[in-house]
């Protein structure tokens, strides 16, 4: 039955004063908390929801088809923006088959795309054309929110016909449009033209997204750059820019593609990602001061307040984020956490000579950890290095600066967590055919031992490092001597030949553990050996330096000074023979592949490798 205009009317004023409500609620509320934001959507697509059962409770009519649209897509708008999908969807759904009533048609209603076609085509060139264009813009909202891109790209030209109207201002239920009629033309809760602006550009990020992940790098490129040029916020221009540069990085452009980061930068100073895509750049190039320069900006701003998103207008529009949600997506914009960042930055700043300060960047990482918001450092920790590496590292570093006291401080702490849990007995096995080097033992509580007995014999390595540097060679021979009754606790077993060894409390397989063991027991002994020659105690250095080589054949400063040794001995041919093998050796690890704490001390006693060579000279053996 036809509705009075009354009825009608006092609809179209509860919708309005509904709209104004939520405008009124969310402008009074300021920067609002997040709480209190879905708290303000729950209430309108609560009360939306309720008028729009009223409406509908009647046989659906062309004549109030306007005010019926109009609160659906008001209702929906809420839905969507709370992530309540299914909800705005079903509303979505029930519209569509509504307006196929009242046009006399009907479709299968189990194809969204086939329901939504046939809405579109019974709408035709009537009134109701643009109102469920206005839907379709919500249900394209939907789709993009939930990575559903083919449905998108299978209803394109639909899109269109909906940007060129939004475009040309036709009904597009503003406040303005509706100035002077209230009564009679119902307001919508978000503005038309800015939404389908936004879903343009989203769209065209989230496609470019697709589109590098699959391997198209051109033409995302192509796209990404075509959206570049669309109105919308800098936060979303910058992020075409961003994803062009990592097309060309995948294409292999690097410097292209710091341009492109370059722009994102300039257009949003706060895209982290194109800082950390920057850094990236520049490690592959080789750059490691633009490196270091690339990670002190992304953590300062990292450690910013995070911004909030620009308002489009409405009461709570679409956010970008509700949008941008594809996997794809996010692993192009993911960035480390601030600790992470501080971790490399300090790590970086050591191995390249900074370590001044690279040592501060240590000490506020530590600080960071030990901070009273334990909660937020609980959450980043785990892909940091566990604490008594960083302790080790930050020792290390504080070494490196000739603070030994901070250092033998650092490997205390270390020494005092791990001692306890060190097993009496380790066993090393070599990897099963088609296991990784790095493969481990049985259990985690095994692995965790392992990782225990080697940070507290690097401990008892860098105190015995730190007596060296003051010249205290006694208490440097009992640190090292303590670092060496550790490591003689890890027994290798080999498959061809395997020894009796005793039980073990823990058995893994060998890896990088067998690396580091091997490395340090090496440097203990080489050590040790040295702090017998500064004692003169020759025949237990030579004896040090030897198993030194034994266990770490490469390592120069043993062979060196393994010749020394021998020199003072009176065995100086032997001598000269021990240098010329020294030197002749070709094959060193990158120091960038080693823990920072079992590189090669850069204090203590030294041998000047020219003068060696003229000792050589006077044996007449050059």
Not at 22 to 50: I, M, N, P, T, Y
Request: glycine residues 6%; negative net charge.
């Amino acid at each position: 039955m036809y509705q009075t205009p009354s009825l009608l009317e006092k609809w179209i004023q509860e919708n309005n004063e509904l709209v104004n409500k939520c405008k009124q609620q969310e402008a009074g509320g300021g920067a609002v908390s997040r709480d209190h934001s879905q708290s303000s959507l729950r209430w309108c697509s609560s009360e939306f929801h309720k008028l729009l059962r009223k409406i509908q409770g009647i046989p659906p009519h062309v004549d109030h088809s306007q005010l019926e649209l109009a609160v659906v897509y008001n209702t929906c708008a809420c839905f969507t923006a709370q992530s309540q999908f299914s909800e705005a969807e079903l509303l979505l759904k029930e519209a569509t088959e509504r307006v196929l009533q009242m046009t006399g048609n009907n479709a299968d209603a189990s194809d969204p795309l086939v329901l939504w076609r046939a809405g579109l085509k019974s709408a035709g060139n009537t009134a109701l054309h643009p109102h469920v264009l206005y839907l379709l813009c919500l249900q394209w909202a939907l789709w993009l929110a939930k990575c559903q891109l083919e449905n998108i790209w299978e209803l394109q030209e639909q899109m269109s016909s909906l940007c060129e109207i939004v475009c040309d201002g036709v009904g597009d239920g503003s406040p303005s449009e509706a100035k002077g009629r209230l009564s009679k033309s119902p307001l919508l809760v978000m503005e038309l033209k800015r939404l389908t602006e936004l879903l343009q550009i989203c769209t065209s990020i989230a496609q470019g997204a697709e589109k590098l992940n699959e391997g198209r790098s051109s033409e995302a490129l192509s796209d990404l750059q075509a959206a570049s040029a669309l109105p919308a916020t800098r936060a979303l221009v910058a992020y075409t820019h961003l994803l062009s540069g990592s097309c060309l990085a995948h294409m292999n452009r690097p410097q292209m593609a710091l341009q492109c980061y370059k722009k994102a930068l300039e257009t949003d100073s706060r895209c982290v990602c194109a800082l950390y895509r920057s850094m990236l750049i520049y490690r592959q190039l080789g750059n490691t001061q633009a490196e270091i320069q690339a990670l002190r900006l992304l953590h300062s701003t990292l450690m910013l307040p995070p911004a909030l998103e620009p308002v489009l207008g409405g009461i709570h529009p679409l956010s970008p984020s509700l949008l941008l949600s594809s996997l794809s997506l996010s692993s192009l914009l993911s960035v480390p956490s601030a600790l992470s960042v501080l971790y490399s930055l300090a790590l970086k700043c050591v191995l390249s000579g900074r370590v001044t300060e690279g040592v501060e960047h240590y000490l506020d990482l530590l600080a960071a950890l030990h901070s009273e918001d334990q909660h937020a450092v609980d959450a980043e920790v785990s892909v940091l290095p566990r604490m008594p590496e960083l302790y080790l590292e930050a020792g290390t570093a504080l070494l490196i600066t000739r603070r030994p006291a901070d250092c033998m401080a650092l490997c205390n702490e270390v020494i005092s967590t791990t001692l306890e849990l060190v097993p009496e007995k380790v066993v090393l096995e070599e990897p099963e055919e088609g296991i990784g080097g790095d493969a481990r033992g049985l259990s985690v509580e095994g692995e965790d031992k392992v990782a225990m007995l080697l940070w507290a014999a690097a401990a008892y390595l860098l105190q015995g490092h730190c007596h060296a540097h003051l010249k205290d060679w006694k208490q440097a021979v009992t640190h090292y001597t303590r670092c060496i009754n550790l490591l003689v606790k890890v027994h290798l077993k080999n498959r061809d030949f395997q020894p009796q060894i005793p039980a073990a409390d823990v058995n893994v397989k060998h890896g990088k553990d067998l690396c580091a063991l091997q490395r340090m027991k090496g440097l203990s002994l080489a050590w040790r050996g040295i702090s017998f020659t500064q004692m003169d105690q020759l025949r237990e250095a030579l004896r040090d330096l030897q198993l030194s080589l034994q266990a770490f054949p490469d390592y120069t400063g043993a062979g060196l000074w393994c010749g020394e040794v021998l020199w003072r001995l009176g065995r100086k041919h032997e001598a000269a023979a021990c240098w010329e093998k020294t030197w002749s050796l070709t094959t060193q690890t990158s120091v960038e592949k080693l823990p920072l704490y079992l590189q090669d001390p850069q204090s203590g006693p030294l041998l000047d490798s020219v003068e060696l060579r003229l000792r050589i000279q006077e044996l007449g053996l050059t």
